[in-house]
């Protein structure tokens, strides 16, 4: 290394999965107040990676490279800019966590997801950036604490909204059966299961980006203020809560018809809360699906413009990757994501700058 690039102290590693087929859904928000919800936590997951160095030996305290977006800059504590500029989540976790006075450090992020695809990627995030920034404190996070932190992040720093699941699920990894009691409070059940049921279930899975990012609009925001004002024991939400238990019951018993029939359900029980959750892209590529033999199809998220589908694809392989095929030449945007099923959830390791001798301390859900 060139002596104007000092040699960095240590290096910490994280790693966390973004999540797939979010039945129930909506259901973990603090309008639901309870709420049940199944989700699977996948990769392509999130990585993180700090360099770690004495505070002497860098201009700036606290470097961040966000390298899905090309941006390289110094981040300077709030209360010296009133701000957060350029990507508010990172930097108000790097805020609220802190990076001690000793010390300096380069943050690099990246993720093979992509933005905007509804599948708990900026949740992922967030889960990973904590776990790893954790690391430069003498006392360390539980991954349920890393995923409430990353929620009071979103919720409290920012004022945005969301519900706990993604951070949990990114969190903990696995299939999960999620069971909120009182927002934001909830229970972690990891659904385990026969590995011939786990890598059927991985070799059935179908993520399908839109190709166009989703964000939050007035139909969501409709949606809310319907929500808030029926109560939580609306009928539309427990709808969607019955989908999680079904979701649960149908793997523990190895039946993917059941699994199918439990995301349809989902669907249309997110159709019922307003029409333009399932947006003409998403029912183009549900249509052709349906011609392909697939047994279920889940708009991931909360649903709308934009972001992605889980499907769930009969036993023929053939038949998968022909309906694959349709659907990435039926629309240019069209785009299977390849995924794979995630045991863990955040992992985080560190190791010396050389990466001879990484150290035997790693952490995982």
């Known amino acids: 290394m060139s002596a104007d690039k000092p040699l960095p102290v240590r290096i910490i590693n994280s790693v966390a999965p ?3 087929c979010d039945n129930g859904g909506w259901t973990d928000t603090w309008f639901a107040k309870h709420g049940r919800i199944f989700n699977i936590g996948v990769y ?4 993180v990676q700090i360099r770690v160095y004495p505070r002497q030996e860098q201009e700036n305290r606290v ?3 966000a390298e899905n977006f090309g941006d390289r800059y110094a981040v300077f504590p709030r209360q010296e800019r009133h701000e957060w500029i350029h990507h508010p989540l990172l930097e108000a976790a790097i805020d609220y966590m802190g990076v001690p006075a000793e010390l300096a450090v380069h943050i690099s992020i990246f993720s ?3 933005a905007g695809c509804s599948t708990g990627t900026s949740a992922a995030v967030s889960v990973a950036l904590i776990g790893a920034l954790d690391q430069l404190t003498p006392t360390h996070l539980t991954p349920l604490e890393v995923a409430y932190t990353a929620h009071r992040i979103e919720t409290e720093m920012l004022n945005q909204q969301s519900g706990i699941q993604d951070q949990l ?9 999620i069971e909120m009691f009182d927002y934001p409070y909830a229970a972690v059940s990891p659904i385990l299961v026969s590995n011939a049921t786990w890598w059927e279930l991985e070799r059935r899975l179908v993520l399908i980006f839109l190709g166009k990012s989703h964000s939050s609009s007035s139909v969501h925001e409709m949606v809310i203020r319907g929500l808030e004002d029926a109560g939580p024991e609306n009928p539309k939400l427990e709808a969607l809560r019955r989908t999680a238990a079904l979701s649960r019951d149908a ?3 190895s039946d993917f ?4 029939h439990a995301m349809q359900d989902n669907t249309e029980a997110q159709r019922n809360l307003h029409p333009a959750l399932i947006s003409k892209d998403a029912e183009q590529i549900i249509g052709i699906a349906r011609a392909h033999g697939a047994l279920g199809w889940k708009v991931n998220g909360a649903g709308g413009e934009g972001g ?3 499907l769930l694809s009969g036993p023929e392989m053939t038949r998968k990757r022909t309906m694959i095929h349709e659907i990435e030449q039926t629309n240019p945007l069209f785009q299977c994501i390849p995924t794979y099923l995630s045991r863990f959830g955040l992992r985080v390791w560190s190791q010396p700058p050389d990466g001879s001798h990484a150290s035997d301390w790693t952490r995982s859900a």
Request: hydrophobic share 40%.
């Open 18 to 20: 973004i999540r797939v």
């Open 44 to 47: 392509p997951y999130v990585e």
């Open 63 to 65: 470097i961040l490279h």
């Open 112 to 114: 093979e997801a992509p």
């Open 169 to 177: 699920c990114s969190a903990f990894g696995g299939i999960s059966y």
């Open 251 to 253: 793997l523990y018993d």
């Open 257 to 260: 018809d059941a699994l199918g």
């Open 308 to 310: 992605s589908l889980t």
